[in-house]
């Protein structure tokens, strides 16, 4: 049976779109961007060598980075993403649970940093701002760039309040991505404070009250004493900007010199049960006014801290409520 010429270039015609539209289908699903990994970098990538980095708390909110993997195009080696999560209270529906944030942060060999969200469950009225800043902030900034990106107010400007709290959580989990990646994580802050080598025992002498639970004696590397360490922990309610929660508890330790003044404050992000990143940076800028003070020197020190605790009241509260403890522990 003879083709005629008509049939013939229907056919060949059919053959070209059909080839074509197999190309296209190639091209779009190995060049066509479609997910957040691949528009990191602008292409279709595979991340390769997942390694998990920290896990998740079985309750109660978190900021963590949950995984590290390399992402290729081909054989070619693009950079290092993390993946990154937040979970919080700031919730889009009342239905929900919880509010959550997950990112993917990518890391190239020339130290830019990109940003795309994965997930974003947050109070409806910031989700757009939200969106914004990650957008603005967080497309090929260098590394040491993102520490000083300021602080931003993701509220609608009909909303009547402003919100920095998810973002400022979001600007420390991408910096904590950083620090990971460049190895700048101190893990025993001590050592800041007292130097490479001390040596820290528990003083088996002390006896915890229901709110000062330890007192820790330091010690150089040539087994003289430069200071102790004082843990407090309470119970309390916080702010979380929605609603009052309560029943949540905070560490802190105290770190002293051997002439009894403040060498320091560390605030265990682990053991801190209130509102994390803004929020609780303005409670470690609280107790950093200490830094230096003797005991008693503490109130006079803690009477006018103005703007710096605004929004966290109810956690400064306990925050008074320790401190009042360990200066009578201290006296």
């Given at each position: 049976m003879r083709i005629n010429k008509q049939n013939l270039w229907l056919l060949i015609n059919t053959g070209i779109i059909l080839m074509i539209a197999a190309i296209f289908l190639v091209l779009l699903e190995t060049v066509v961007p479609k997910e957040p990994k691949d528009f990191l970098f602008g292409k279709v990538i595979e991340l390769r060598n997942e390694t998990d980095v920290e896990r998740a708390p079985l309750t109660g909110g978190y900021a963590i980075v949950d995984f590290k993997a390399e992402a290729y195009a081909g054989s070619t080696f693009l950079g290092t993403v993390y993946n990154v999560k937040i979970k919080n209270s700031y919730t889009y529906s009342e239905d929900d649970d919880f509010g959550m944030i997950e990112l993917l942060?990518?890391?190239?060999?020339?130290?830019?940093?990109?940003?795309?969200?994965?997930?974003?469950?947050?109070?409806?009225?910031?989700?757009?701002?939200?969106?914004?800043?990650?957008?603005?902030?967080?497309?090929?900034?260098?590394?040491?760039?993102?520490?000083?990106?300021?602080?931003?107010?993701?509220?609608?400007?009909?909303?009547?309040?402003?919100?920095?709290?998810?973002?400022?959580?979001?600007?420390?989990?991408?910096?904590?991505?950083?620090?990971?990646?460049?190895?700048?994580?101190?893990?025993?802050?001590?050592?800041?404070?007292?130097?490479?080598?001390?040596?820290?025992?528990?003083?088996?002498?002390?006896?915890?009250?229901?709110?000062?639970?330890?007192?820790?004696?330091?010690?150089?590397?040539?087994?003289?004493?430069?200071?102790?360490?004082?843990?407090?922990?309470?119970?309390?309610?916080?702010?979380?900007?929605?609603?009052?929660?309560?029943?949540?508890?905070?560490?802190?330790?105290?770190?002293?010199n051997v002439d009894d003044e403040v060498l320091g404050v560390i605030i265990p992000v682990e053991l801190y049960g209130h509102t994390a990143g803004n929020r609780l940076t303005k409670i470690q800028n609280y107790v950093n006014i200490l830094v230096g003070k003797t005991a008693s020197e503490f109130a006079a020190a803690l009477t006018n801290p103005g703007d710096i605790v605004s929004g966290v009241t109810y956690t400064k509260d306990l925050v008074d409520i320790l401190i009042d403890a360990l200066v009578d522990e201290v006296n």
């Open positions: 942060v990518a890391i190239d060999p020339a130290g830019k940093v990109a940003v795309q969200i994965v997930q974003l469950n947050q109070s409806n009225w910031t989700v757009k701002g939200i969106q914004r800043y990650i957008t603005e902030k967080y497309q090929g900034i260098l590394y040491t760039s993102v520490s000083s990106i300021p602080s931003f107010d993701a509220a609608d400007l009909t909303a009547g309040v402003t919100a920095t709290d998810s973002t400022s959580s979001i600007k420390a989990i991408i910096q904590k991505a950083i620090d990971i990646h460049f190895d700048l994580i101190i893990d025993d802050p001590l050592v800041t404070i007292y130097g490479e080598g001390y040596v820290i025992t528990e003083d088996t002498t002390f006896v915890p009250s229901v709110l000062v639970k330890k007192r820790e004696i330091v010690k150089n590397a040539s087994n003289v004493d430069i200071g102790y360490v004082y843990t407090l922990t309470g119970i309390g309610d916080y702010d979380n900007g929605q609603e009052i929660v309560t029943g949540h508890s905070i560490t802190l330790k105290f770190a002293f």
